[in-house]
């Protein structure tokens, strides 16, 4: 774990609420320089803190109206059967994330579909069909709030 100090955490809050902002806004921002910002940047870009830049899509606004979350419980259980199911998970385009977790089910799917009839059509013709599928459960999203992680 990197130590981070309080700017750190201020930093990296401003990063996720807009991770497109410049080293010399977020630096404003903080009471920072922009050289001195863009040094914790980096720093925390090195240490693997900051991993990557992402692009959040409107999936409604795409087409995409339905998002639904999977539980799949597998049929087998063996280390090929987890890869052949995950590999083949993953080349389906609707399936948003692939979650392998400890519980109820082995994964979490995140599927989305431009209504509930083409989710219908996702889940017969290519989840349902994937190996070692065995009990799936859908719960379809209502409303999401995306809540800032600890920092």
């Given at each position: 774990m990197?130590?981070?100090d309080d700017l750190d955490r201020q930093l990296l809050r401003a990063l996720q609420a807009d991770a497109a902002q410049s080293a010399g806004a977020l630096g404003r921002a903080l009471g920072l320089s922009q050289p001195a910002t863009w040094r914790r940047i980096k720093r925390l870009r090195?240490?693997?803190v900051l991993a990557g830049k992402r692009v959040d899509l409107d999936a409604e606004k795409l087409g995409f109206g339905v998002t639904v979350f999977l539980g799949v419980k597998l049929a087998t259980k063996g280390r090929v059967s987890l890869e052949d199911f995950e590999r083949a998970v993953t080349a389906i385009p609707e399936v948003?994330?692939?979650?392998h977790v400890l519980g109820l089910y082995d994964y979490r799917l995140r599927v989305v579909a431009r209504d509930l009839s083409d989710f219908e059509r996702?889940?017969?013709r290519r989840i349902m069909t994937l190996p070692g599928v065995g009990d799936v459960e859908a719960n379809v999203l209502l409303s999401e709030e995306r809540l800032p992680g600890p920092i």
């Open positions: 990197t130590p981070l090195e240490a693997d948003q994330t692939v979650q996702v889940l017969r």
